[in-house]
Structures are given as C-alpha cells and as structure tokens.
C-alpha cells in the first residue's frame, strides 16, 4: 500500500494530484502536451506508474482537470478582488487583468498552442461546462455597466464572445516586465473603448495578486 501523504486520504489525493498538475505544467513548457506520456508525468510527480490510475485514466482527463482546477483558482480570486468593488469600470479592469495571468496556463505548450484545443471533442464540451462561471462574472460586469451608464447598451451574447476573443489573443507577452505590463495597459482600453467606456477614467490600482 502506498504511503499516505498528510493527514488523511483526502489530502493525500489532493497532494498526489497537485503533483502531478505541476509536473504536466512542467514537461508541456518543455515538450508540448503530445511529446509527453502519463508514465513520463507519474515519474516526474514521483507518483508510481500504476498508481497513478487510481486518479486518472489518461492524460487527457490529467490536463482537462489541470484546467480546470486552474480555471477554479482563478475564478475565486477575482471573486475576492471584486468584493467591494462597486464601479463597474474598475470591475471590468480588474477582470482583463486577471484574465492575462489565466492565459498563461493556457499556453504553457510550446508554439503557443491554447491547451483547450489539444482536448477532444467530448473533453471540450466538460470544459465548456466549467467555463460557465467565468462568462457569468463577465455577463453581470456588462450588465452592470450598461444599467449604470457606464457602458453602452449593446446585446450580451455578442459582446461577451468577443471580450474574451479579445482577451485570448496572444498580444500580452507571457513574461512579466514593461512589455507585458503596456500590453495589458494596451488591452484594457482597448476592451473598455469597445463596450463605449472611457479608458481613461477610473484608473484605480489593481491588488498585487490580480495584476500578474
């Protein structure tokens, strides 16, 4: 039997599985997700061959629940930076700010290929099931806004669609410095002039563990 991390065995599948959710993230920035095998990412956990079953049956399920174990994160911490926050200007700022630290995982394979797409068919669909919440903060920013004045009226099932064609677009270098720093500057006025808000208003500071 193997040995047990932490105090019981549900720590000890949290701890095994964030292993082996840091070990993927690892080897896909080396090689890409198709170069890397489930035995390569159990060795590199220090997860045994075998064992390694008992928490997924295949890659595929590994990096759909890497994924989405991410996508969770990142939805709780912009639910706390948001707590407070009543201007729905300085909302939607926050929200593409935290948008670029969330596609840094999403494009961790090498060529810059958006790990979503490496899914299958069925896998997406899961994962479109999880991006649900996601789309529901920005839906209620945009409501928001359009209710106050703050942004023009304009018809959410387009304007949602086309915020986050915005925001996944690989214009924001991945690296932290000047460049990635005017890049999400860049965006945020550009996503702000689109949905008809003044970009130049309301530029409060964004807390360090949403700015990126």
Not at 38 to 54: C, D, F, H, M, S
Not at 113 to 136: C, K
Not at 172 to 179: F, L, T
Request: charged share 20%; net charge negative; glycine share 8%.
């Amino acid at each position: 039997m193997p040995k047990i991390i932490g105090g019981s065995l549900s720590e000890h599948r949290e701890q095994t599985r964030n292993k082996l959710f840091a070990a993927l993230a690892t080897l896909m920035s080396e090689r890409g997700f198709d170069a890397v095998t489930l035995a390569e990412i159990a060795g590199a956990a220090g997860v045994g061959r075998t064992a390694v079953y008992n928490h997924v049956p295949d890659k595929e399920t590994l990096l759909l629940e890497f994924i989405t174990h991410e996508t969770d994160q990142w939805v709780g911490a912009l639910q706390r930076a948001l707590e407070g926050v009543d201007d729905p200007v300085l909302q939607l700022r926050t929200y593409i700010r935290q948008q670029a630290e969330l596609k840094r995982v999403f494009h961790l394979a090498p060529g810059g290929s958006e790990l979503r797409t490496l899914l299958s068919p069925d896998m997406q669909r899961r994962l479109r099931e999880h991006a649900v919440p996601v789309e529901a903060i920005l839906r209620g920013i945009l409501t928001a806004g359009m209710e106050s004045g703050a942004f023009a009226p304009q018809p959410l099932e387009t304007t949602v669609p086309l915020v986050h064609a915005c925001l996944s677009s690989r214009s924001v270098p991945e690296e932290d410095g000047p460049g990635r720093t005017a890049a999400i500057a860049a965006t945020e006025a550009f996503v702000l002039r689109a949905v008809g808000a003044d970009p130049t208003t309301t530029v409060v500071p964004v807390p360090d563990d949403v700015a990126g």
